[in-house]
């Protein structure tokens, strides 16, 4: 079944390193601090929980301190949410990309809202 949602990328820049910022999006420790109340993992399945709701969400692909894709036990098969680290050519900064699905009506409140995330992100690193 093809999707009906739509791809959309929001990017960040964070101060500090890929290796630190890395730690954060892909580690049950790292993503309790900003992302989730709580986070398990068992092998490549991690879950998330907030106010007794917990979501699953498998690890699809990752590259040490280069990105982490993940997709939720509700997402169709060709959708995902992925963090990607780049590091910008001009200023040399580290750059958070978000690369995530909504339906197009909900791409502006999804944007908030991770928005909202990388904020709380951003404040745990110290950036």
Known sequence: MKS???????EFPVRCSPAILYEF????????EWFAEK????DDTFYF???NNTDEADRLAFEENEY????WE????????????????VTNETILQITDFADKSEIK?????????????????GS
């Open 4 to 10: 009906k949602k739509s791809m959309f990328t929001v």
């Open 49 to 51: 929980s907030w106010s």
């Open 39 to 42: 986070v398990d993992q068992k």
């Open 25 to 32: 999006l892909s580690t049950p420790n790292g993503l309790q």
């Open 68 to 71: 982490v894709r993940y997709r």
């Open 74 to 89: 509700y997402y169709d098969d060709e959708e995902f949410f992925e963090f990607r680290i780049t590091q910008s050519a």
């Open 109 to 125: 409140d999804q944007q908030q809202l991770w928005n909202t995330q990388v904020n709380d992100l951003k404040h745990r690193i």
